[in-house]
């Protein structure tokens, strides 16, 4: 069955720390891969997304993530956290035989100490 | 921008209750989505339907059930709540024609049962 694994489950960073969040999934085919990001008390909202093309993708607010076929991996990075990055973030994937089955990760919930 | 409304942001129901959770979209979108939330487990899918009166099980279907009569609704059943579906449930929405594509959220109906 396909998964995908988000390695750190709490992270606590102080402001201007850089990000990285791990995302790895089980999966060998084509695939589209997502983070989400939940804000305390809001909805989950798209922070970027990868379809094909350039493996590297740019998001909302500084969010960036690298998508390495080899590694089946798709780690989100920020060069520097802000206060307001204080949330919780989803890793998921599509895969493409599965069409309409979006599988997520458990989450990592990132703290910011300002 | 894209609205998914859900119904109910608290419910507090008993055992063995019949719940009714509704979710409505405003955008046209072909594919809708039940989710349910739980702390370490991230976002697991329950039911979806890419079609008005088309329905496809997910990874944790048992104990729902899911009705769409019209293309902008879609209603998550519990036929008898346990205590074990207390959790946090949350809709989505996407156009994705083909694939599950973007996801768009509603706030999420948090459910207790006793």
């Known amino acids: 069955a396909q998964s995908v694994s988000q390695h750190n489950h709490h992270v606590i960073l102080s402001e201007a720390a850089s990000l990285e969040l791990g995302c790895n999934y089980s999966?060998?085919?084509?695939?589209?891969l997502f983070w989400y990001v939940q804000y305390p008390g809001q909805h989950l909202q798209l922070l970027l997304k990868?379809?094909?093309?350039?493996?590297l993708v740019k998001g909302i607010k500084g969010f960036e993530a690298e998508f390495i076929k080899s590694k089946f991996s798709f780690n989100l990075r920020k060069p520097s956290v802000q206060w307001s990055d204080t949330a919780e973030y989803f890793c998921a994937v599509n895969a493409m035989d599965s069409s309409y089955k979006l599988i997520f990760g458990s989450g990592t919930r990132l703290l910011v100490r300002p | 921008d894209v609205k998914v409304t859900q119904s109910s942001r608290y419910l507090v129901k008993r055992t063995g209750e019949k719940v009714f959770l509704e979710c409505v979209q405003d955008m046209d979108h072909e594919n809708m989505f039940w989710y349910r939330q739980d702390p370490g487990l991230g976002l697991r899918l329950i039911y979806f339907s890419y079609d008005v009166k088309m329905k496809e099980k997910g990874d944790i279907p048992e104990g729902y059930s899911v009705s769409r009569e019209k293309k902008e609704r879609f209603s998550l059943i519990l036929e008898s709540a346990s205590t074990n579906q207390t959790s946090m449930y949350l809709c989505?929405?996407?156009?994705?024609?083909?694939?599950?594509?973007?996801?768009?959220f509603g706030e999420g109906s948090r459910l207790t049962v006793l």
């Open positions: 999966y060998g085919g084509t695939v589209n």
């Open positions: 989505a929405s996407s156009l994705g024609q083909g694939d599950a594509g973007e996801l768009f």
């Open positions: 990868y379809f094909s093309g350039d493996p």
